[in-house]
Structure formats: structure tokens, C-alpha cells
């Protein structure tokens, strides 16, 4: 007689299996007890693949960043940065706790320094310096980052989750890379989701862009 596996036991712990645990998980929640108690193995399973919670969280954000995809850069970039920027906001609130995770300065993985390095260099053909392409990525990575943080929140950007000197260093960011005055962003009773105020932001930005010199 054939012997029945454990129900729900994975046949065979792989680091892929446990990204993949993980991912359907709250970030903000996780640890290695947690999910070694879902995947019915020990703590010790999962160090053996990931040296730290820290380290399986990267990798799960990472796996997410897939989603992001390197956006069309041409003439106009601005509205491929803009369409970028969408999303990644909607791939992060996929994973709540991701946001929080990289503004807490959670380091970028393989594949988001892939899309990074690819986006600077087309921001280059496109006529950018090397700075002002890298400075341009940062404010439309950093916009999403932070509405999303803000939808994890469950409040709006101009909410109180979000400290003061978070979004008015947002808005300095903004401001000094598009020329964009910003204050009307902070606060505004007319933008009821953080979704809605991202786009705000990013039309913002994107005029501020346009416009230059």
C-alpha cells in the first residue's frame, strides 16, 4: 500500500517555493517562524535559503518587480514615466508592506536595478545627462513608492500616516527635479485616494518637464 504524504507538506522546500509563500503573505507581518509554520517545515528550512527576514522580503519585492516593466522612453518621455509609475504603485499594493519595506531602505534587487540601469540609459539617448536621468527615475519611483505607502496605510497621501516631513521632502524631490510648485498636492480635500493623488503628482511632473528650457 502507497503511504499518503502529509497534507498541504511541500515535497520539496525550494527557495522558489518559499518566495512564493511568502508573496501571498502581509510583508508587514512576516517572519521566518510565520511562514516556516505554513510550509510545515523548521526555521532552520528557511535560513538555509535566506540568511535573514530581511533577505526573503527582498527577494519577494523583488519577484514583484517583474511587474514594473521598463517603460517606452522616447521625445516624450514623461508619459512613459508616467504609465511606469502607475505601475508600480499598483504592483506594490499587491504586497502590502512592500512600500514600507524600501523606504525603510530595503536595498533594490537584481531585477530593479535591471529596469533602473536600462531606464537611465534610454533617459541618455533621449537626450538627459547621466544625473538628471538618474534624479528624473528617483522622483517617479519615489511618487509611487510613497502612494503606495500611503495606501497601505489606508489613508491618503496628505494623511496622517505619512509624516510632514515625508511629504514635503516628496514635494522638494518633485519640485527641484520638474520646477513644480507641489503644496497644492498636501492635503487637497478634492483627492480622496492615493491612487488619484499619485496621478496628480505625476501630471505635475510631467508638465514640469515639458515646459523646460
Known amino acids: 500500500m502507497t503511504s499518503r504524504k502529509k497534507r498541504g507538506r511541500p515535497a520539496k522546500l525550494s527557495r522558489t517555493l518559499i518566495i512564493?509563500?511568502?508573496?501571498?503573505m502581509d510583508l508587514r507581518s512576516l517572519s521566518i517562524v510565520k511562514l516556516a509554520r505554513s510550509l510545515e517545515?523548521?526555521?532552520a528550512a528557511i535560513y538555509y535559503y535566506f540568511s535573514s527576514r530581511a533577505a526573503l522580503i527582498r527577494a519577494v519585492?523583488?519577484?514583484g518587480s517583474s511587474t514594473f516593466e521598463v517603460p517606452d522612453i522616447g521625445t516624450s518621455w514623461w508619459h512613459g514615466l508616467q504609465a511606469y509609475a502607475l505601475r508600480v504603485y499598483d504592483a506594490l499594493i499587491e504586497k502590502p508592506?512592500?512600500?514600507q519595506f524600501i523606504i525603510g531602505g530595503?536595498?533594490?534587487g537584481p531585477v530593479q536595478m535591471q529596469i533602473f540601469s536600462t531606464v537611465v540609459e534610454r533617459l541618455v539617448e533621449a537626450g538627459e545627462s547621466r544625473k538628471d536621468a538618474v534624479r528624473i527615475y528617483i522622483v517617479y519611483f519615489r511618487a509611487a513608492l510613497y502612494a503606495?505607502?500611503?495606501h497601505d496605510e489606508q489613508v491618503t497621501v496628505g494623511g496622517q500616516s505619512l509624516?510632514?516631513?515625508d511629504r514635503l521632502d516628496l514635494a522638494r524631490a518633485a519640485d527641484a527635479a520638474a520646477g513644480a510648485e507641489l503644496g497644492q498636492l498636501i492635503g487637497d480635500p478634492e483627492i480622496t485616494s492615493s491612487r488619484?493623488?499619485?496621478?496628480?503628482?505625476?501630471?505635475i511632473i510631467g508638465r514640469g518637464f515639458s515646459t523646460r528650457e
Open 20 to 24: 512564493d509563500a511568502a508573496s501571498g
Open 41 to 43: 517545515v523548521t526555521d
Open 61 to 63: 519585492v523583488d519577484q
Open 97 to 99: 508592506g512592500a512600500a
Open 106 to 108: 530595503g536595498v533594490a
Open 148 to 150: 503606495a505607502f500611503a
Open 163 to 165: 509624516s510632514l516631513p
Open 196 to 203: 488619484k493623488q499619485l496621478l496628480f503628482l505625476l501630471e
